[in-house]
């Protein structure tokens, strides 16, 4: 599973659609949480912060076998964490 995959695992548990352009655009797990909360205030379906990376933090261990240390806010989905 890559980071497409993360993607639409969120786009599904969140109920919120993510662009291409995005996508391409957010490179750490703080970026993504940060887009995610946007979407969902857009929506205006407010969240949590720290609820919000925690579900991104599971996802990325139970999903895509990712050690709890090495998922940090700035960390990279491709150089830290090794998804493609």
């Known amino acids: 599973m890559g980071a497409v995959d993360l993607l639409m695992e969120l786009e599904e548990i969140f109920d919120i659609e993510i662009s291409d352009e995005a996508a ?11 887009l995610v909360l946007s979407l969902l205030a857009e929506n205006r379906r407010p969240q949590d912060a720290a609820d919000v990376y ?7 261990i139970e999903f895509h076998g990712i050690p709890e240390a090495r998922i940090r806010p700035e960390a990279t989905f491709f150089d830290d964490l090794g998804l493609d």
């Not at 391409?24 to 940060?34: D, I, K």
């Open 24 to 34: 391409e655009n957010t490179r750490t797990v703080g970026e993504l949480q940060a």
């Open 54 to 60: 925690e579900r991104i933090k599971r996802i990325l």
